[in-house]
């Protein structure tokens, strides 16, 4: 048996961790303050539109300090402000059943979020969205060969799901076609080990779809295992032989079916022929020479031959 495939080692310091993040009303409340306090940086340097100043305080009892300019306070006051709505407001995320965040602050792992519902994270960190949710993938035909080197297609679907974020997106560059890659190879390492047909005997062949789809749901769950992705299960759905020989091998198909069928057919006749002339000469009904056997027993045969024939036509 050939030596199993180099699993890939990473970094055992990278596996998922919940990530801090605040309920959503903390955002709405910091953005809402953030606003107010800008207006109020504004109406107090008093360069707010008129028709606001009016609309608010009619009586202009509540107008601001005139057009002198923005002070080094004022200004302190607004940016404050401003950078407080921004935070507040620019944090607001939605989280989705089925999905997840993967938070990177300048390239380093800062948490993954699987939450649900209006959150507020930290806007300076990066966020990847991952879908978590169980998935399957139909595979287009693939080339492969079984043990005895005949070529064949083959069609696989396979159940998996992200199991952890922080490697799914970070150890590897497209997970997704990391997983394709490795379908493909261990598809065609798999069924390598054995024959599609055995056309003389009962030994095990690919024929046993759920024995091959277990050993190619071990195989392909090794493989994605370090990369943060699990395999529930890999189900040949068609392995067939590719067009350039597929006559070729139905015929050999046929002719070891009719073999088969003609080795049970004459052990068969034997079997009743022998047990025939046993019962006759052991209960005396005949006494037969050499000759005289040999004439019964091809008759018998004959006889047999002929009607095991009508009744399988």
Same mark, same amino acid.
């Given at each position: ?10 970094? !055992?310091?990278? @596996?998922?961790?919940? &990530? =801090?993040?605040?309920?959503? @009303? ?9 606003? &107010? ?12 539109? #008129? ?18 300019? %923005? ?34 602050? /300048? ?7 699987? =939450? ?34 005949? !070529? ?31 379908? #493909? ?10 024959? *599609?047909?055995? /056309? ?9 779809? #759920?024995?091959?789809?277990? &050993?190619?749901?071990? *195989? ?10 699990? %395999? /529930?299960?890999?189900?040949?759905? =068609? %392995? ?5 020989? !597929?006559? @070729?091998?139905?015929?050999?198909? %046929? !002719? ?17 022929? #022998? ?28 006889? /047999? ?7 399988? *036509?």
């Amino acid at each position: 048996m050939p030596p199993a495939p180099h699993v890939p080692q990473l970094d !055992a310091g990278l @596996a998922e961790r919940r &990530a =801090r993040v605040l309920p959503g @009303a903390v955002g709405v409340f910091g953005g809402g303050v953030g606003t &107010a306090g800008c207006a109020l940086a504004l109406w107090w340097a008093g360069v707010l539109p #008129e028709p606001v100043v009016d609309l608010v305080a009619p009586a202009g009892d509540l107008r601001g300090g005139g057009s002198a300019g %923005i002070s080094v306070g004022q200004w302190a006051a607004l940016a404050g402000s401003g950078a407080l709505a921004l935070f507040g407001f620019g944090g607001l995320a939605r989280g989705r059943v089925g999905g997840a965040w993967v938070l990177s602050l /300048f390239g380093r792992y800062r948490g993954s979020v699987r =939450r649900t519902g209006l959150l507020w994270v930290n806007p300076l960190l990066l966020r990847r969205r991952v879908d978590v949710r169980l998935r399957h993938w139909r595979s287009e035909p693939m080339a492969a060969v079984d043990r005895s080197g005949v !070529a064949l297609r083959v069609v696989v679907l396979v159940v998996w799901r992200v199991k952890d974020t922080a490697r799914a997106t970070l150890a590897v560059a497209d997970h997704q076609e990391y997983l394709r890659e490795c379908v #493909e190879a261990t598809t065609a390492r798999v069924l390598s080990k054995l024959p *599609a047909d055995a /056309f003389h005997d009962d030994a095990p062949t690919l024929r046993d779809a #759920e024995a091959v789809g277990e &050993a190619l749901t071990r *195989a392909l769950a090794a493989q994605t295992e370090p990369v943060g992705v699990e %395999i /529930f299960s890999v189900q040949p759905t =068609r %392995i067939e032989y590719a067009p350039e020989v !597929a006559a @070729a091998m139905h015929r050999h198909r %046929i !002719a070891a079916l009719d073999a088969r069928h003609r080795d049970s057919l004459l052990t068969s006749v034997v079997d009743s022929v #022998e047990d025939t002339v046993t019962r006759l000469t052991t209960r005396g009904l005949v006494e037969l020479d050499d000759y005289e056997r040999r004439a019964l027993v091809k008759d018998l045969t004959v006889a /047999f031959c002929t009607g095991r024939g009508g009744d399988s *036509a």
